[in-house]
T-cell receptor
Framework: DAGVIQSPRHEVTEMGQEVTLRCKPI?????LFWYRQTMMRGLELLIY????????DSGMPEDRFSAKMPNASFSTLKIQPSEPRDSAVYFC????????????FGSGTRLTVV | AQSVTQLDSQVPVFEEAPVELRCNYS??????LFWYVQYPNQGLQLLLK??????LVKGINGFEAEFNKSQTSFHLRKPSVHISDTAEYFC????????????FGAGTTVTVRA
């Protein structure tokens, strides 16, 4: 089991550019979560999917952020246009619905917007 | 709705000394409780979890936690820490009826000194 795989590990981009973060959850997991971690706000839940359907996107900061899960093995988080205040570490996590195992986190994407 | 409070943001401790990290939660229903550890520049890893049964839960790396329903607490302990335990520790809770959504505390940074 390769765990939750995120790419890229690091991303540096200029303000105004589009950024796409990618996540491959653990096979068989039904739920997928995107978190943002900053020093100021800690871990914030942005959105979560259950069986590929967005269930709660109330944590998405604004319309510049969008997330998709076209199938059970892939999800993207897109920021367009990016701003310096979006700089953070973005984590993807997945879990199984059937038992409360807790989440398995990916290694994160460190985004720097200059 | 549940919330999680980690009472200490920073805990410095000497090597081989014991450590306790405090966590309190608020919820009106039964809960599942978790502790995660985040080593520098890595994602979060599950240390241990309480689902039901014995209130003393043992996890990886010599950590244990005790669920206290009357005090709504889930404190994490280790009798003797190592330098390698330097990390940030997060307490998290999910409600039994909504067990695929976790709420995280703000985190406690443990720094182990020789």
């Amino acid at each position: 089991d390769a765990g939750v795989i995120q790419s890229p590990r690091h991303e540096v981009t200029e303000m105004g550019q589009e950024v796409t973060l990618r996540c491959k959850p653990i096979s068989g997991h039904n739920s997928l979560f995107w978190y943002r971690q900053t020093m100021m706000r800690g871990l914030e839940l942005l959105i979560y999917f259950n069986n590929n359907v967005p269930i709660d996107d109330s944590g998405m900061p604004e319309d510049r952020f969008s997330a998709k899960m076209p199938n059970a093995s892939f999800s993207t988080l897109k920021i367009q246009p990016s701003e310096p205040r979006d700089s953070a570490v973005y984590f993807c996590a997945s879990s199984s619905n059937r038992l409360p195992h807790g989440y398995t986190f990916g290694s994160g994407t460190r985004l720097t917007v200059v | 709705a549940q919330s999680v409070t980690q009472l200490d943001s920073q805990v410095p401790v000497f090597e081989e000394a014991p450590v306790e990290l405090r966590c309190n939660y608020s919820s009106s229903v039964s809960v599942y409780l978790f502790w995660y550890v985040q080593y520098p520049n890595q994602g979060l890893q599950l240390l241990l979890k309480y689902l039901s049964g014995s209130t003393l839960v043992k996890g990886i790396n010599g950590f244990e936690a005790e669920f206290n329903k009357s005090q709504t607490s889930f404190h994490l302990r280790k009798p003797s820490v190592h330098i390698s335990d330097t990390a940030e520790y997060f307490c998290a809770v999910s409600e039994g009826s909504n067990d695929y959504k976790l709420s995280f505390g703000a985190g406690t940074t443990v720094t182990v000194r020789a």
